[in-house]
Each structure stands twice: as structure tokens, then as C-alpha cells.
């Protein structure tokens, strides 16, 4: 795979990520405005996204104090991530991918705790969460396959 595939691969799975974590921060908005609201992620009573995202684990990652600046919804963290990965994806450099593999692997971190959350915590299955895990590992994926090029170039 070239240079500039990889990079088109980061950028069309980061593209995918914001579009994903934004359609999280519409159901979280709206499931807080309508009470009993129904979203399309809504599979059944134990698949269903708009109860996770307006649980207390959908803002600060269900960490911080509800007085904190850092209680706002986990989905906007993930805006910030993939608008920052996009941004540095734009660099061909070995320490710039360096700083994107560890954000990337901070936000794997991030999926472990939240699937843990969702699996044992609220027993409950949310397909717009766990396609951000996806989106986060194929981000990973392609940064190490970058990484590997960049580090031959330099070698050559």
C-alpha cells in the first residue's frame, strides 16, 4: 500500500468516525429534549443506543464531576480525536505519526473501558458505540501500516 493511500484510509475512516459520533451527539441531544425517544440505533430493549448515550457514562466518559468543564458528551471527545487525526495525517513525517499512534492507542485504551462499561456495567449493546471501536482499531491499523512505510523510506 502507498503513502498516499494509507493517508486516504486514515482520513476516510476518521471522515466515517466524526460522522458516526456526530449522529451519537444528535440521539444523546435528542433522547435529553424527548423523553421515551426512539432512535433508529433502537434494535430492542437490550440493544439500544439512546439508552447508553444518555446514561452517566456517555458524558466525561462517566469520570469527571458534574461541575467540571470536562463533562461534556463522550462523543465530542471523539470529534476532537478524529478532526486531530485527520489534521496530522496531512504530515509525512515519522514523529508526527508517532504522536497519532499515541493518541490512537489512548483512544483503544478509551474503546476497552467503554465496551467494558457496556457489557458488564449496563448490559446493554449500542451499534454506534461499538462502531467507534471499529473506526478506532482501523485508525490503528492504518497508522502502524504508515509508521512501517515512512520508517522504510528512511531506511532507503
Known sequence: MKEANVNRAIIFAGLVGILVSTYAMYVELVADLKPGYKAMCDISEHASCSKVLTSKYAKGLGLVSQDSLF???NCVYGIIFYCIIIF???FNQI???RLQLCLSALSLLT???LA???IF???DFCIVCVSTYFIN????FFLNKKHALLCAKKRN
Open 71 to 73: 463533562k461534556v458528551p
Open 88 to 90: 496530522l495525517s496531512t
Open 95 to 97: 514523529f508526527v505519526v
Open 111 to 113: 474503546c476497552v473501558y
Open 116 to 118: 467494558y462499561l457496556l
Open 121 to 123: 456495567v449496563l448490559r
Open 137 to 140: 482499531a482501523a485508525i490503528a
